[in-house]
Each structure stands twice: as C-alpha cells, then as structure tokens.
C-alpha cells in the first residue's frame, strides 16, 4: 500500500495533478457520449428514410416490385446500408442476413455486429413486419462513426497524458511556491526568535492570502517590538529619573539622624512628600504597563464621548475660575468603542497639563465634533506651548521639557494618554496654537 504523503507541498501538487486529471476525463466521456447520441441520431434519421422509401414501393408498386428493389439494393455498391427480407417462417429471402436480428426495442429498432474484411462492424437497423408475415430489415453499419469515435478515444487519451503531465509540473509549481513563501514566515521567525527583533517578512504586494499573513505577522513583531523597547526604556528611565529622587530621599534621611527635633521633623515631612511621588511614579508605571498589554476594544461596550467631555469640564471648571482661566467646553454626540474609565483618564490629563501651564486670565478649550467617520477631540491652551522638535518625544516615559522641570509632575500624563489612545485604535498629535499647545484626538466611531 502507497502511503500519503506527509508533506503539504506534495499533497497540494498530488491534488493538483489529480483535479486536472479528474476534469479532463470527465469533460472527454462527456463530449464522447454527446457525439456518440448525435452520430447515432443521424444514422437512425438515414435508416428511418431508406425504410420509408421501400414501404412506399411496397404499398404503390406491389410486393414483386418491392423484392426486386430490395435485391437491387442488396447487390448495389453501397457498403454502408443493411438490407435483409424474411418470409413467414424466418427464412430468408433477400440480402446477407441469416435471421432477423433481435432483440429489438418497442420501436423496432436492433443494434447487433456483423462480421466484414475489416472485422466486427456495429448495424443499427430497423425491423418492420408486414400484415402478411413478410420481414423487412433496413439498416446501416456505422464504420465512419465507430472510426471517428475510435480517434476521438486515441486523442482523449493522449490530451489526458498531457493534462496529467501539466497538472504535474502546475502542482510541483504551486508547491515549491508555497514552501518557499511559508520558508520565509518560517525563517524569519527563526531569526526574530534568536533576538533580531527588527526583521520582517518580506511582502510582494500581490495581496493575496500570504501576503496578508505576512503583513500580520510584521504587525505582530512591530507590537511585540514596541512593547519590548517600551519596557527597556522604562526601566532606564527608572534608572536615570528615579534615582535622582531615591537618592535625595536617602540623603535626607540620614541628615535628619543628626538634627535636632524640629529639624528632624520638616526633613521627615519632605522625605514622605518624595516618598509619595515616588509610589505615585510606580502607581502610573504600572497602570501605563496594563494598559499597554491590554487587547484592542473590538469587545468593549458603546459609550458617548461628549458626556465624558462634559463631566470633565463640569469636574475642571472650579480648578480653572481658581486659577484665574476660562474654561469653554464644547461637544456632540460621539459613539466610539471603549473603556469608560480609560477615556475619561485622557481628558482628564489633557485639561490637568492645559490648566497647569496657561497664563492667568487666559482661556482653556476643549472640543467635541465627528468628521470623516472619526471622533475628534481637541485641548487647547493659550501657554508657552512645545518646540517642534520636542512634541513627539514629550510621549515618553518620563520625558519633561527643561521649563517645566520646576512644575508638579513625573512625566507620565501624556506617555498614559497616547498608550490609551493606541490602544482604542486612534491618533494622537501635538499642533501649535500660536499661543499655545493643542493636543489632538482622533478615534474610529462605533459602527
């Protein structure tokens, strides 16, 4: 017994050399019996008129007449028509044949073989009995049609051994196609694996099933890329940023060992107000990690952003009038896909950074509209706003621009906003407001 081949390559050519293989034998036994049924139909229609022709001689002229033209026609050259004449008893009197032949349809009609120089010759014919026991035979060999059938067999044959063949080479085509594109997934796979975390899979552009495998498969190595560089460089920012803290804590504590008690006592003050800001660092390290490694929100439930914005503003409007600045909130109705919480955190960090770094007596914006399928949503101020070259990098992890090292703040509210906004399928951006920094949204609308 064969075995099956293991292989999924030499399956598909396997499969592909038989599915040619099987459709052509099909499509030739399909065009064989409609010529056979067309060839056979004609040669009824010339028995069905010869035998039309002697009856008619037969009822006009009398039954000698009839005999005669049946023994003329018998010993004429055509070697194609049948003939053959029987008394009562089955005996014969005219043409080659011994006894009617049989068995016969309804219809009258005989299909039997008679033997000539060229071998066994296949006769439809046509039986018709007279009133008075007479037996006439009309038919017709049909050697042209058996030879012609003959050809067609011998060429199917032929064109099947062709089609076999190219259903061969197609199949082994299509195989090493395949190996070689899943070879690729495979071997850079292999590669990322072994720490080249900035390979990817090369893509022709045809669109087709692989190439959208291989687009997936980049994204999954760009994502898993992202979330591998996002935690290298927080753990150097822990290294750098939060040993400036750590150490200064430490320090205090010890010179408070040598003072006296009221001393003692502010620089016990100040070491738990470090030691807050940094549980407060490692509080948002670790909600920004959760966020990061949650899925999309393909599952999470509808909810309308401009009440989100509302309660915000309503939340952020004594902050604003205490400090001096006027707060204009303004919104429509939005439905996106998301975490409530979530959402609300990023208007909230947004409004917090426009209200700590506008001038008194200046105005803080927020904005709420939907255009081209999209909620966008926009925070602006009137401050010193960002150097171009600063905005993408102000996303980082503890990145803080040197004017605002002196302001309250561990540099994580913009690095949360953007991990959220990724993570619900939008965009986020800087823009100059000219005063000012906005800060713009962009989130797909629920369906």
Known sequence: MIAWPRSTSARLAIAVTLSFFVAFVVLGVGVRFTVSTLLDGDTRDVVRADEAGLLEIA??????????????????????????LFDTGGRRIAGPLAHVPGPRDPHGWVEFAQSDDSGQVRVIARVHRFRDGLTLVTGQRTRSQDRFLALMLRTALAAALVAATLGALTGWFASRWVSRRLRDLDQTAQRVGDGELGLRAPVDGSNDAFDRLARRFNAMLDRIEALLGAVRHATDHIAHDLRTPLTRLRNRLEEARHRDDDARSR??????????????????????????????????????????????????????????????????????????????QVIVNLLDNALKYAPEGSRVRIQLSCHAGSAQLSVEDEGPGVPEAERERVFDRFQRLEAHRGSPGIGLGLSLVRAIVLRHGGQVRLVDCAPGLGVCINLPLAD
Do not use: K, M, N, W
Not at 59 to 82: K, L, N, Y
Not at 292 to 318: M, N, R
């Open 59 to 84: 009822r006009d002229d009398g039954r000698q007449d009839f005999i005669d033209e049946v023994r003329s026609r018998v010993e004429s050259d055509d070697d194609a028509a049948v003939y053959g």
């Open 267 to 344: 620089a016990l003050d100040a070491a738990l107000i470090e030691t807050d800001q940094l549980l407060q660092a490692f509080g948002a390290l670790l909600r920004l990690a959760r966020i990061e490694a949650q899925p999309a929100v393909a599952d999470e439930p509808l909810l309308d952003l401009a009440e989100l914005v509302d309660d915000a503003a309503e939340l952020y409007t004594p902050s604003a009038l205490e400090r001096g600045l006027e707060l204009e909130a303004h919104a429509v109705p939005c439905r996106v896909r998301g975490d409530r919480d979530q959402l609300f």
